[in-house]
Structure formats: C-alpha cells, structure tokens
C-alpha cells in the first residue's frame, strides 16, 4: 500500500461529522482529497460542512491520524479501494451517496462480480437458517456471490451456506460491515470472519476508530443493497432491518425477493410482508435466477458436483432401522428434543442417541442448541 496514495482519501474517513455524503460534496466541488486539505478555511465552511469538520481539516490533524492508520493497515493486510478505481464496485456508484473509499479484506475481486444479498432476522427459527444456507450455497454454485452483513442469524446462515459451496475457493460472498474493519461483531462471528478473510471478502466504509454502534448498521444496509442484483429477505419481524435493506434494493433498481414463513411466526412478517407487496417468492434458487437479466444468466453455469440429484444420493445410503425411525419422526421447521424422540422411537437413550449420532454425521439431520434435532433441507 502506497502512503501517497491513499493518505488524503485516509485523512478524509477521519474527518468527525461528515459522512458519505458530504465528503462527496467536497470531492465534486475540489476534484480530489488532497485538494481539499490544501483548501482555505472560508472556502471549506463555504460547502456548508458542520463548522468543526471545516476546522479539523483545516488544522491537518486528520493527515497524521491518517499516517497511523495506514501503518496500521499495513499489518491488518488491508487493502485500500478509493471510487476512482476500477475495482471499486460498479454498481455501487449508481446509489446517490456512495462510501467515497472502501476498506477491503480478502479477494476484492470479488467486489465486481454478480452479487445477490441475502438477509434476515438475527433469530431465526431453524427453518430459516436452514433456507439461507441451501439458498446462499445453490446460488454460489451457479456463479453468484452471496452478499450479507455478516450479524447473527441469518446473515451469518448465508454466508456460511456460500462458504459450503462446491466454488468455495475462488470466492463466494462478501460481508459488509458496520464497524471497523478489525473488529469482529458479535464475537461468536471470529472463525466465520477469518474464513471470509481468506475465501472471500469483508468490506466497510468505516476506519479503524469506529466500533459496533446501533447507527452504523443502517448505514451500511445501503451498500449490501447498493451492490446485489437482488435482495433475498428469508426473515425478519415486523420492523426488521432487512426491510429496509429491501426498500433500499428497490430504490436502487434491484429485484426484491422473499421466503415465504409460516403466518404465525412472527420472524415470517417481513417476508410475507414484501410477497404481498410484490416481491418474488422464492422456494429456491431458481426462482432468484430467473429474474435476472438475460445477459447476467447467460453467464451464470452450474456447478454440476452439487446438483440436487447428487445431494438427495444420501438418502440412498442404507439407513438402520433405528436411523430410519428417528428421521421419520423430524422434520425441518420444528425442533425435537431428544427425550421426545426417545419416547416416540421405543428406542431406549443409548441407542437413540448413537443413531442420531450417525443420522448427523451423515448430514441429513443437525443438532440445535440442548440436545434438539431438525432435519437438513437438501
């Protein structure tokens, strides 16, 4: 990373109070970031810019900020993607406040594929984790990249359903963040945040100083929507942040897709909500594809090693029948606790839980947090 490239783009993000938008009135009106720190105070305060972000500039405090920062980059191996540079995301530029600079950690390849979004509740009921991780994972086999905020629920779902992707290793989805670039939120996310990092990306517009705080979440909602093709809302309650990452999708000329929940649930409102008001329904990921442009799904191939056919191959493995007896007994949206599952199989505890042992390690069941089992969707 070149200091002299990036410094004044640095010392811009610094600047205290002012925001995509107002550092893009800046840009416009002197051309460049180090123009803007070469600039008097007048003509500063004559863009009309909070008082002390017209002072701090003027004081070229946020420069040496911005040295420390870049050193600290450097150790991060972060990379630095201003919105003059053709790895910037296209796309992106068309929304009215683009992030003048992007901190980027991973393949910043990745930032000008076909992205869909996918995003939802962060807590989701089992049928909707599971919808994300088939949907994300179907989707990245086909050649897209599965775009989400990288929070508990089902953006991390998602995520994780593209990182098991059979095109895993040349990238498959990005996390937008709504903090720092090093910091890891919720914590639970480390192992997920490091897999990104080193299979696909993580992206913010936020510096180094900038920790998790409510605010920021929505602001970042913009470039998740901003970026995809498309935004896949799988749950969300009756004021969800993923309905207004969808309405943001909208506005930005994207197609709104949704999950359709069960009517009682109340993570199945946001989804439903969006069918009624028109979005696609979407049960897999054909139905995502086939709204997309003609050009964009002459593109898209998919990845034959995980064809539905190929994944419905385990059931043709020779189930026990205390195997065959418990699978019959779970479904995929609702949670059997063990002991029930003892009482309804006749199988005593032992032999109940070696055989949902074996039923998981073969992939079609999983287990849920105090010894409650789902079936896997395939």
């Given at each position: 990373m070149s200091e002299d490239r990036y410094l004044y783009w640095v010392a811009l993000a610094q600047v205290q109070g002012l925001g995509a938008r107002l550092e893009a009135r800046l840009l416009r009106a002197f051309g460049n970031p180090e123009a803007i720190f070469r600039a008097s105070l007048t003509s500063l305060e004559a863009q009309h810019i909070p008082a002390p972000s017209a002072q701090a500039i003027a004081s070229q405090q946020p420069l040496k900020d911005a040295e420390k920062e870049l050193a600290e980059l450097r150790k991060l191996g972060v990379r630095l993607v201003h919105w003059g540079e053709p790895e910037y995301p296209q796309r992106l530029l068309q929304i009215y406040d683009p992030p003048p600079l992007l901190y980027v950690k991973g393949k910043v390849e990745l930032l000008n594929r076909h992205c869909i979004a996918l995003v939802g509740t962060r807590k989701p009921t089992p049928y909707g984790n599971q919808m994300a991780e088939r949907i994300a994972r179907d989707l990245a086999d086909r050649g897209l990249i599965i775009l989400s905020g990288l929070a508990?629920?089902?953006?991390?779902?998602?995520?994780?359903?593209?990182?098991?992707?059979?095109?895993?290793?040349?990238?498959?989805?990005?996390?937008?963040?709504?903090?720092s670039i090093k910091v890891v939120y919720p914590k639970e996310n480390k192992k997920l945040y490091e897999q990104m990092s080193e299979r696909g990306c993580i992206i913010t517009e936020f510096p180094l100083n900038v920790f998790a705080a409510p605010q920021n979440f929505p602001i970042r909602n913009r470039i998740i929507a901003g970026m995809a093709l498309g935004v896949v809302v799988v749950e969300g309650a009756q004021y969800s942040g993923s309905l207004i990452t969808a309405r943001l999708g909208m506005e930005f000329g994207g197609e709104v897709y949704a999950v359709p929940g069960n009517v009682t649930q109340p993570p199945s409102f946001a989804p439903n909500h969006l069918i009624k008001q028109g979005a696609k329904l979407v049960t897999g990921w054909e139905d995502v594809v086939e709204e997309l442009p003609t050009e964009i799904r002459a593109e898209l191939f998919p990845v034959e090693a995980t064809t539905a056919e190929e994944r419905a191959s385990l059931f043709e493995q020779n189930l026990s029948p205390p195997e065959r007896a418990l699978y019959g007994l779970l479904s995929t949206d609702e949670a059997r606790h063990v002991d029930e599952l003892v009482e309804l199989s006749g199988l005593n505890s032992s032999e109940t839980l070696a055989s949902l042992l074996e039923l998981e390690m073969k992939g079609i069941i999983r287990q849920m947090p105090g010894k409650n089992f789902v079936k896997v969707l395939l």
């Open positions: 508990r629920g089902i953006d991390s779902s998602a995520h994780k359903g593209a990182l098991a992707s059979a095109r895993a290793a040349e990238g498959t989805t990005i996390g937008v963040l709504g903090t």
